[in-house]
């Protein structure tokens, strides 16, 4: 089945303990994307990646950093999580290029509390 | 990153009535997706959007998108409860920004 997997789903923890969400897609999709989601905000994109060892920052990348060594692999990593980067997290793929949009394929979401 | 006003934030309407939604942006767009959340749930794609005028149906759903380019639109005729979610749209090139979404609750 096609799907993007993120885990963990839920995740409590304390502010400045480094935390990794880990997001694969079995797709082979070039293009992955890490978004936020906050009450009245809508989605707001942190990083994406055109394809492997390609990465470029969204809208809101302060306090985030993803790696793209693989293609099916896009983890997410906050090296001192603060309580801000409280949030509802997606991860998505599609197989576009750089020159056009196709559909995004989302995960299921991760909800991270920063303590 | 792009920007797009969604209009309403939120619409309570009652089963059977019509719904609208509008995607408004300052500039002129390559192309718009449309997105929907059901509670609880994450986003799934509805639509592509790319010629000017453009008008895309989907059962009771439709899409417009405007002659200039830099708005959008979303209509849902005879709402049902299965309607129920958050409605997006995302302009973009190489990367989507999402629009901050329209709340949909359909009361039965």
Request: aromatic share 10%.
């Amino acid at each position: 089945e096609a799907q993007v997997t993120q885990n963990p789903r839920y995740l409590i923890t304390v502010t400045g303990k480094k935390l990794t969400v880990t997001c694969s897609q079995n797709m082979n999709h070039e293009y992955m994307s890490w978004y936020r989601q906050d009450p009245g905000l809508g989605l707001r994109q942190i990083y994406y990646s055109m394809n492997v060892e390609v990465t470029d920052k969204g809208d809101v990348p302060e306090g985030y950093k993803v790696s793209r060594k693989e293609k099916r692999n896009f983890p997410l990593i906050l090296e001192s999580p603060s309580p801000n980067q409280t949030s509802l997290y997606f991860c998505a793929s599609s197989p576009g290029t750089e020159y056009s949009n196709q559909p995004q394929h989302f995960g299921d979401g991760t909800r991270l509390s920063i303590l | 990153g792009q920007q797009v006003m969604q209009i309403p934030q939120y619409q309570h309407v009652q089963e059977g009535e019509d719904f609208t939604t509008y995607c408004n942006s300052s500039t002129t767009l390559s192309n718009i997706q449309w997105y929907k959340q059901r509670p609880g749930g994450h986003p799934v794609f509805l639509i592509q959007l790319v010629k000017s005028g453009e008008v895309k149906k989907q059962k009771r759903l439709t899409f417009q998108f405007g002659e200039a380019k830099k708005n959008s639109s979303l209509h849902i005729t005879a709402t049902q409860t299965t309607d129920v979610g958050t409605y997006f749209c995302a302009p973009g090139a190489n990367n989507l920004f999402f629009g901050t979404g329209t709340r949909l609750t359909v009361i039965p």
